[in-house]
Structure formats: structure tokens, C-alpha cells
């Protein structure tokens, strides 16, 4: 799956429509060594103090030991809160007690409760499909409810910045790429996959929450249906796009904790 980025791109969003298993699964944290490296370089797995506090942006695994081949002592669910007890993560894995049970969970799920670095791309969560159903690839696959498609699904600008590029080939005519100015991922770039049309120009400076495009309607690039695929360039990476499974991880938690975001 890993070799056929857009096509199975097309393929995946075709079967999360109707509720397979998914990224966010309690069993697919650091399914990969990997994908366990790649998180390594994101905010979320940096020492913290033993007390703090984190949140859950998904169902996820705690277990006896940093590694997937440890045993599962229980699920910690969306929206609890864990705190920390080691300071050092291992393997991008966190130390933490929840309700009383002690192991370790996969770092990359947990935010310090109440933040979050991104806005979420569609402000309108009604029409978004639940985390359960999104999907890595080169990005993040996010389908609309019902197949809802243009204005019905706006797409914002997630980080004050700049348009830098209409347009990607699988990603249809308009998809933009927004350069990030200021923050934590200042000078990262976005793309928006399967959006049309624009609703700025390049060149256009947005601010954070300022729509830029809407989710496109019928089939727009390399796709099977209305849906979003938001990625990330890798730090010092090209405009677009990373390769598959490079940057979704540190994409993916970056969604999870604006979609869960007050
Ligand atoms: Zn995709």
C-alpha cells in the first residue's frame, strides 16, 4: 500500500466511507518502526515534566512496555486524561498513569488539554466524517458526511500564511498550498488535495480560519468521491508534497487535536 500513494488513495477513501479500520485504531499506533522515527521530530514526544497532564485525541492502547509487541493493559479513551510519570518518551512512547493503571501509550495521540497548534480545515464539523474513518497516506484522507462538497464544505486557511501554489497533479486544478508564517510550523507548507474551486489567488496572505477553497464536487484529481486530503511537507521539505506515510503521522495528530479543539 505504501508504493501506490494516489491511486490508493482513491482505493482507502472508497473503503473508509463505509467504516474500515483506520489510522486511528487503538492497535496502529508505531505499527512501524517507521512510522515511530518520523514522530520523533514532533512537539508531541519531547520530554515533559512528571505531572503533566495529557488528553486523548483517540482511542489508544496503553500497555506494558514501549513497543506494539507489549502487552495492551487497557484502551485509554478519547478524551481522558493521563498524566505523565516518566519524563523521557521511548520510542515515542509515553510513561503515564491512567485511572490508576500505569504503562505506556503512544505519545503521538496526546495533547496538553485545551491546545492546539492547527485550526481544523472545515470549521463545519457537521459535515465531517468522525476520526474513526480518516485514513494516511502521502496526508490525511478526511471524507465528507454525505458527500458534501463545496460551500456545504469550506476549507480554511489552518495557520497564518501565504498561497503559494494552485494546482497539483492527482490532486486536482486549484489544490492549494498554503505556506505557513509564524508558529510552531512556521515555514512548513499544506496542500489541500481534491479541493476546487480556490477562493483566493496565489499570493494571497490568509490568516488562520480565513477560507481558501472548497471541498471539490464529483471527482477532482485522483480520487473517488468528495473528500480532503490535508498533508505536510517535511521540515526544509519541498512545496509539496512529502511521500507517503513521511509527515500523515505528525499530520494526523495535528488534526486530532483541532478537531477535538473547543
Ligand atoms: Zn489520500
Known sequence: MRVLPISFCALLVAITAYGCASASDPEA??????????????????????GTVLEATTDVNLRTGPATSDRVLRVVPTGARVTVVASKPQNGFRKVDYAGTTGWTFGAYYVKPGTSTILFP???????D???????DQGVDIATVGAACGSRAVLVA?????????GISGFGPAAPVLHVEGGPLNGRYIYYGHALPARVPVGAHVKRGEAIADVGCGIVGESSGPHLEIGISAPGGPTCCPGVHQTSGEMMSLLLAAYHAK
Do not use: F, K
Not at 468522525?130 to 494516511?136: D, K, L, V, Y
Not at 489552518?158 to 494552485?166: F, S
Open 130 to 136: 468522525p476520526p474513526s474513518t480518516w485514513s494516511q
Open 158 to 166: 489552518v495557520a497564518d500564511g501565504t498561497i503559494v501554489r494552485e
Open 29 to 50: 499506533e508505531g505499527t512501524s518502526s517507521s512510522s515511530a522515527e518520523e514522530l520523533s521530530s514532533a512537539a508531541v514526544t519531547n520530554d515533559l515534566p512528571v
Open 122 to 128: 472545515i470549521q463545519n464539523r457537521a459535515v465531517v
